[in-house]
């Protein structure tokens, strides 16, 4: 056995591991436990066989927007009205729907 087999470092097939070291196998393998891992711990260590180290780490999340309010449609409509822009009355609008859909 090497090293690598009897380390505590080293996750094989993630069964038995130190929660903040993983291979680039586990990475490829398995990267919902790494991804887990990188949750539950801030950061772990990936290993590839070349002997390089890399570390994923997780970012803050952005605080999410806060909703004020709901917009005031009604206001909004006055003013498109004042601005000249009229809605069709029932009759015209049942047309254009007939028309949309290609029954006239």
Same mark, same amino acid.
């Given at each position: 056995m090497t090293d690598l087999d009897t380390?505590?470092? *080293?996750?094989?097939?993630?069964?038995?591991? !130190?929660?903040?070291?993983?291979?680039? !196998?586990d990475l490829n393998r398995n990267p919902a436990r790494v991804f887990e891992a990188v949750k539950?711990?801030?950061? *772990?260590?990936?290993r590839t066989r070349a002997g390089d180290t890399y570390v994923i780490s997780l970012k803050k999340k952005p605080l999410a927007?806060? *909703?004020?309010?709901e917009p005031d449609f009604g206001s909004h409509w006055q003013k498109i009205q004042q601005l000249g822009n009229l809605t069709a009355k029932n009759s015209e609008q049942k047309r254009l729907d007939q028309i949309i859909a290609g029954e006239a």
């Open positions: 380390s505590p470092d *080293v996750c094989h097939s993630c069964q038995t591991m !130190r929660p903040s070291s993983y291979t680039s !196998r539950t711990y801030g950061s *772990v260590d990936i927007k806060e *909703v004020k309010s």
